[in-house]
Structure formats: C-alpha cells, structure tokens
T-cell receptor
Framework: NAGVTQTPKFRVLKTGQSMTLLCAQD?????MYWYRQDPGMGLRLIHY???????AKGEVPDGYNVSRLKKQNFLLGLESAAPSQTSVYFCASSRRALNTEAFFGQGTRLTVV | AQKVTQAQTEISVVEKEDVTLDCVYE???????LFWYKQPPSGELVFLIR??????QNEISGRYSWNFQKSTSSFNFTITASQVVDSAVYFCALRGYSGAGSYQLTFGKGTKLSVIP
C-alpha cells in the first residue's frame, strides 16, 4: 500500500518556467490537499479538492492551478514560476468524515532560480 | 474562519526533561477535530493523535500526553522524559467546516523541539 506519492521529489526551475506536481493516492480518499511549507510559516493550504472534478482555493492560491480529473490524482501546476514559490510542497489526502486524519506524501522540494 | 496558533517557535530541552508544546485555536464551529503531527528531520509528516470537540478527557500514550481544554481553546501536548528521537517539528491542526459543504484542515506554524543529549 503506497499511500500518498508525490512526483517529483526535487526540482529546480528557472523563473518563468512552468511545471506540474503530481500527487497520487491509493486509499480511495475523497479529499486531497496541496500545502506549501516555508520556514516560520508552517503548512499553508494552497488548494484542495473534496472530490473528483472539484477544486477550491485555500489560503495561498495565487500563482497556482490545480486539477482533479481522477479521484486518485491531484495535480498542482505552476504556470510561470517565481522565486517566491521556492518551497517544500506537500500533498495530503483524507476521507470525507470530519474525524479522519490526513495522510501526507513525502514532499517535493522546489527551487526557483 | 479557523485559526491555529503555536506561539512557541523553537524549544530546546535537555534529555529526560519534560516539555509542553502549546496550541491555541479559534473556530466558530461547535463540532471540530484537533490533531497533532510530528515532522522529524527526515521531513515526512506523522499523525500522532486526534481529539473531537466534545471529548475533553486527557489522553496518555506512553511518554506523550495531551490536554484539551475547551474553555481556553487549547490542545497542549506534553512529552515526559524527553529523548533525542523526539527532536522534530510538531504541528497542531484543526479540521472544521469551511462552508459549501466541505471541511478544511488548518495547521499552526509548528514548534521546533530540540532535545539535547
């Protein structure tokens, strides 16, 4: 059982380049999340999805887009990367029920130069 | 809107000391859940515990204990007889209703605990 898998684990981008981070979960979870972790800022929610075909904005959505075409996948896109998007990105998934914990991927370290 | 505050940015203790990590939250919901996660130096996030808003009983698991007080909106985490392996960043989180029929999971900024041998 792989849980939550993020691809890639590391990436260096030049300013203005685009890329997509892939998150895949095999637990049949309804909810999926993308967070970014920066020093002193904790985990901040970028976007989340409550089911296939639905997405919603989190706390820091600007500069990112997401898609959830399949229940098991949640994609995070950066259309034109900026140095301010240098961060560690975490994907998570959970069941719909309020009392369930989230399961996290191993993180993607993205550097924009 | 919901909010989680972990006022302690970094704490250092000597091995075998007890340490308490503070967590204060804000929400308008009457039903919600609180969580603690651990992030060791390897970077993954590990779930530790959940507590619902109607259960104020303290919980103990080995050297870990949690104190939930609804009157002060706090959910504090105590490690007894700390060990070097406890060195990590600890996150408190709140899951509550965010509107439009969905739940949102909000994290505090984390407390970095360093246990010195």
């Amino acid at each position: 059982n792989a849980g939550v898998t993020q691809t890639p684990k590391f990436r260096v981008l030049k300013t203005g380049q685009s890329m997509t981070l892939l998150c895949a979960q095999d637990m049949n979870h309804e909810y999926m999340y993308w967070y970014r972790q920066d020093p002193g800022m904790g985990l901040r929610l970028i976007h989340y999805s409550v089911g296939e075909g639905t997405t919603a904005k989190g706390e820091v959505p600007d500069g990112y887009n997401v898609s959830r075409l399949k229940k098991q996948n949640f994609l995070l896109g950066l259309e034109s990367a900026a140095p301010s998007q240098t961060s560690v990105y975490f994907c998570a998934s959970s069941r719909r029920a309020l009392n369930t914990e989230a399961f996290f991927g191993q993180g993607t370290r993205l550097t924009v130069v | 809107a919901q909010k989680v505050t972990q006022a302690q940015t970094e704490i250092s203790v000597v091995e075998k000391e007890d340490v308490t990590l503070d967590c204060v939250y804000e929400t308008r919901d009457t039903t919600y859940y609180l969580f603690w996660y651990k992030q060791p130096p390897s970077g993954e996030l590990v779930f530790l515990i959940r507590r619902n808003s109607f259960d104020e009983q303290n919980e103990i698991s080995g050297r870990y204990s949690w104190n939930f007080q609804k009157s002060t909106s706090s959910f504090n985490f105590t490690i007894t007889a700390s060990q070097v392996v406890d060195s990590a960043v600890y996150f408190c989180a709140l899951r509550g209703y965010s509107g439009a029929g969905s739940y949102q999971l909000t994290f505090g900024k984390g407390t970095k605990l360093s246990v010195i041998p």
